[in-house]
């Protein structure tokens, strides 16, 4: 697998694009992130919509812990939405992916088709769930709460195409890159300063 630098997304587009970077220069591995988005979205024991993998690279004494932070892509191009059955994945106009919980029948082949294996099946309703970026507090002016718990600024989120925006200021002065790119679904969760064999390593982890 090859990362390669992306440019952003293009300003010549003017709807709204909505689309999550993550730092990892400035990520230290804490987890708020992630007890934030379960308590937030009432994520159930046993199951995830967020994780900081952590790989330790390197010989004691000169080993080193990288941590990788992964939520749902919300991609441009969700091969989960394609493939339901019940037409359940939804895209919203500024880009957010979610699931309607009224069609859901929880038979998993979002799951199955997922490249990025970030969907999970509610243990008390039987339906499959997922990040989505806590729409419900976007849609009242706050990001999500993964971004608000940060404690050191490694998540910005907002629109991609605005260049007034931070996110976007932030990506158009550095090297960004995506989680399998290859894969052709269009991420719209970037990242700066990623690592070839950490994401290998969480790759082999979930295959």
Same mark, same amino acid.
């Given at each position: 697998?090859?990362?390669?630098?992306?440019?952003?997304?293009?300003?010549?587009?003017?709807?709204?694009?909505?689309?999550?970077?993550?730092?990892?220069? @400035?990520? /230290?591995?804490?987890?708020?992130?992630?007890?934030?988005?379960?308590? *937030?979205?009432?994520?159930?024991?046993?199951?995830?919509?967020?994780?900081?993998?952590?790989?330790? @690279?390197?010989?004691?004494?000169?080993?080193?812990?990288?941590?990788?932070?992964?939520?749902?892509?919300?991609?441009?191009?969700?091969?989960?939405?394609?493939?339901?059955?019940?037409?359940?994945?939804?895209?919203?106009?500024?880009?957010?992916?979610?699931?309607?919980?009224?069609?859901?029948?929880?038979?998993? $082949?979002?799951?199955?088709?997922?490249? $990025?294996?970030?969907?999970?099946?509610?243990?008390?309703?039987?339906? %499959?769930? @997922?990040?989505?970026?806590?729409?419900?507090?976007?849609?009242?002016?706050?990001?999500?709460?993964?971004?608000?718990?940060?404690?050191?600024?490694? /998540?910005?989120?907002?629109?991609?195409?605005?260049?007034?925006?931070?996110?976007?200021?932030?990506? %158009?002065?550095?090297?960004?890159?995506?989680?399998?790119? *290859?894969?052709?679904?269009?991420?719209?969760?970037? $990242?700066?300063?990623?690592?070839?064999?950490?994401?290998?390593?969480?790759? *082999? *982890?979930?295959?």
């Amino acid at each position: 697998m090859k990362l390669e630098s992306l440019r952003p997304k293009t300003m010549n587009d003017k709807s709204k694009r909505l689309a999550m970077l993550f730092d990892l220069r @400035k990520c /230290i591995g804490c987890n708020a992130c992630v007890v934030a988005c379960k308590s *937030e979205n009432d994520v159930p024991l046993g199951v995830f919509r967020s994780w900081v993998k952590k790989v330790e @690279k390197g010989n004691y004494p000169h080993a080193n812990v990288f941590s990788l932070p992964i939520v749902c892509n919300n991609c441009e191009n969700p091969i989960c939405v394609t493939v339901c059955p019940v037409n359940a994945g939804i895209i919203r106009s500024d880009g957010i992916v979610y699931i309607d919980p009224h069609r859901c029948i929880g038979c998993r $082949y979002c799951m199955a088709s997922c490249p $990025y294996g970030v969907r999970y099946i509610n243990p008390h309703k039987g339906i %499959a769930e @997922k990040c989505f970026w806590c729409h419900h507090r976007v849609d009242s002016g706050l990001p999500p709460a993964c971004a608000a718990a940060c404690p050191t600024g490694a /998540i910005l989120f907002g629109d991609i195409t605005d260049p007034e925006s931070e996110i976007a200021q932030v990506a %158009a002065a550095n090297a960004i890159q995506v989680i399998k790119p *290859e894969m052709g679904t269009q991420p719209l969760v970037y $990242y700066i300063g990623l690592d070839i064999e950490t994401v290998e390593a969480v790759k *082999e *982890e979930k295959d």
